[in-house]
């Protein structure tokens, strides 16, 4: 499956933004997709993920209750939407999806077999 990753801009403190993952291809074997984030000069983290069937929702603890992920099976797109964003959410957003998803290792990057190119976040204070 392809991923492509978009609406990454610069937001206030305080304000939101909606990321886009719109995946193509071989989708059908999809299990569950999920955003990684990558600030500069760290490695890339978990942020949430969402089964592909159930629509089963996890997050990380720094993002609960602000970013809501979600998904359109009849369009192959997933998204996040983020509020009350901060300068530490400020990464390099990525879409991944895995094949045989598992949620004691869904924080892995090892976990996801199919990565898109990410999309910037900045958030200024």
């Known amino acids: 499956v392809q991923l492509q990753a978009s609406g990454g801009g610069l937001v206030q403190a305080g304000g939101s933004l909606r990321l886009s993952c719109a995946a193509s291809g071989r989708t059908a074997g999809t299990d569950a997709l999920a955003w990684f984030r990558q600030a500069p000069g760290k490695g890339r983290i978990f942020v949430s993920a969402i089964t592909w069937r159930d629509g089963k929702l996890y997050y990380a603890d720094s993002v609960q209750g602000r970013f809501t992920i979600s998904r359109d099976n009849a369009k192959n797109m997933m998204y996040l939407q983020m509020n009350n964003l901060k300068p530490e959410d400020t990464a390099v957003y990525y879409c991944?999806?895995?094949?045989?998803?598992?949620?004691?290792?869904?924080?892995?990057?090892?976990?996801?077999?199919?990565w898109g190119p990410g999309t910037l976040v900045t958030v200024s204070s």
């Open positions: 991944a999806a895995s094949r045989r998803f598992n949620v004691a290792s869904m924080t892995w990057r090892t976990e996801y077999n199919s």
